[in-house]
């Protein structure tokens, strides 16, 4: 059976970050089919990875655009509940990359900020395929950032 993952992206985004995500999942996944589906808006997503993980995807990375606005923070928050239900109930790899749009005021900074964080989090998530559960145990505690330098850790 041929193995698949999903890209959940929207149209609300002012940047192609399914895109992005597709172009690393491409070259880090080269057996693997990809399936895209864009959705109007953030709390689309929940549904739209769902769709993908009953299609037969091993996992799904969702790629959603958070305004400026206090409804669309409200709306951030039902949708991110909505995929960790997803990720908790069907027991798959569920990954949520989200720009806020107030991360920056400056429009070339925003987008470097979506395009880092769409790529960073694609790798995370074809490690994941690839390696199992434990692909990303060397990482942890280095203060590594999506969308951001890298911090370092503390100790």
Partial sequence: MEKCVGVADTTFARVDMGGVALEVLRRRLPGYRIVRHTVPGIKDLPGA??????MGCEGVIT??????R???KLSYLAASV??????VLTGKIVIDVT???????????????AVDR????AENLAALLR???????KQAGLGLRQGYPDVGPIK
């Avoid at 990875?49 to 009953?54: E, I």
Wanted: hydrophobic share 45%; glycine share 8%; no cysteine.
């Fill in 118 to 121: 769409a790529r960073k989090h």
């Fill in 131 to 137: 390696e199992g559960p434990e692909a990303l145990v």
């Fill in 99 to 113: 720009v806020h749009e107030d991360e920056a005021e400056d429009p070339e900074e925003l987008a470097a900020i």
């Fill in 63 to 68: 790629l959603g655009w958070v305004g400026r």
């Fill in 49 to 54: 990875a769902r769709r993908l993980l009953a």
């Fill in 70 to 72: 206090e409804a669309d």
């Fill in 82 to 87: 909505g995929l960790i239900m997803v990720e």
